[in-house]
C-alpha cells in the first residue's frame, strides 16, 4: 500500500545534540512538508519542498535543516541549535495533481532529556 | 501572518446530537479549505474538503464555506463517542501560489458523551 513512513515513532535527545527524523514515500508525490505540533496547538511549518534538490524555510526553520536528494525522502535534521525541539514532527506529502489536501506520516515524538 | 482560528473548546455534545465546528482565516484570497480529523496521539487524517461558497455534504459531514465572511465550518450529524478526536482546520492561502502550503488552526477539540 502507499503511504508516508516516519522513523522512529519516538525520538530523544540529549542537550547539544543532532538529530535525523526520517520521512519516506511511496505515493510518487513531488511536494514534502514537515510541520512540528506542540501540544495543543496547531502545526506550523518548518520546510517544504517541491522538487528533488530543492527545498524552501517554513515559518519556523531556525535550528533545523532539511535534504531533498530523492523524490522519496526529506529527512529533517535537528540540530543543537533548536533550543526547544521537543514536539511532534509530522511530514506530509502532496500530489501537483488536482487540489486534494495533504498526506501524513504517523509522526516522530521528539523529547529532550 | 495569515491566520486561521479556531476556539480550541472543549465543546461537548451527547451521543445522537450535531456537533457545529468553526474556523475563521485572515486572507481573503484563501482558495482551499480542509477539515482534518486528530486523534490523541495519532496523525491527522483528511476528512472534507471545500472550495466553493456554500454546503458540501459526506456521509455524517458537512462542510460550509462562505467566502465574503471569511468563514468555513464542519457539521457532524449524529455524532459518535468515536467523533471524540481534535478536528484541524487549515487553509490554502491565496499567496501560497503552486506551494500547497496549508495554514493550520489551532483545533478544537470535541467530546461526545455516551
Known amino acids: 500500500d502507499g503511504g508516508i513512513t516516519q522513523s522512529p515513532k519516538y525520538l530523544f535527545r540529549k542537550e547539544g545534540q543532532n538529530v535525523t527524523l526520517s520521512c519516506e514515500q511511496n505515493?510518487?508525490?513531488?511536494?514534502m512538508y514537515w510541520y512540528r505540533q506542540d501540544p495543543g496547538q496547531g502545526l506550523r511549518l518548518i520546510y517544504y519542498?517541491?522538487?528533488?534538490?530543492?527545498?524552501q524555510k517554513g515559518d519556523i526553520a531556525e535550528g533545523y535543516s532539511v535534504s531533498r536528494e530523492k523524490k522519496e525522502s526529506f529527512p529533517l535534521t535537528v540540530t543543537s541549535a533548536q533550543k526547544n525541539p521537543t514536539a511532534f514532527y509530522l511530514c506530509?506529502?502532496?500530489?501537483?495533481?488536482?487540489?486534494?489536501?495533504?498526506?501524513f506520516g504517523s509522526g516522530t515524538r521528539l523529547t529532550v532529556v | 501572518q495569515k491566520e486561521v482560528e479556531q476556539n480550541s473548546g472543549p465543546l461537548s455534545v451527547p451521543e445522537g446530537a450535531i456537533a457545529s465546528l468553526n474556523c475563521t482565516y485572515s486572507d481573503r484570497g484563501s482558495q482551499s479549505f480542509f477539515w482534518y480529523r486528530q486523534y490523541s496521539g495519532k496523525s491527522p487524517e483528511l476528512i472534507m474538503f471545500i472550495y466553493s461558497n456554500g454546503d458540501k455534504e459526506d456521509g455524517r459531514f458537512t462542510a460550509q464555506l462562505n467566502k465574503a465572511s471569511q468563514y468555513v465550518s464542519l457539521l457532524i450529524r449524529d455524532s459518535q463517542p468515536s467523533d471524540s478526536a481534535t478536528y484541524l482546520c487549515a487553509v490554502k492561502g491565496g499567496g501560497s501560489g503552486n506551494t500547497g502550503k496549508l495554514i493550520f488552526g489551532q483545533g478544537t477539540t470535541l467530546q461526545v458523551k455516551p
Open positions: 506530509a506529502s502532496r500530489t501537483d495533481r488536482g487540489r486534494i489536501g495533504y498526506t
Open positions: 505515493l510518487n508525490h513531488d511536494a
Open positions: 519542498s517541491q522538487i528533488v534538490n530543492d527545498f
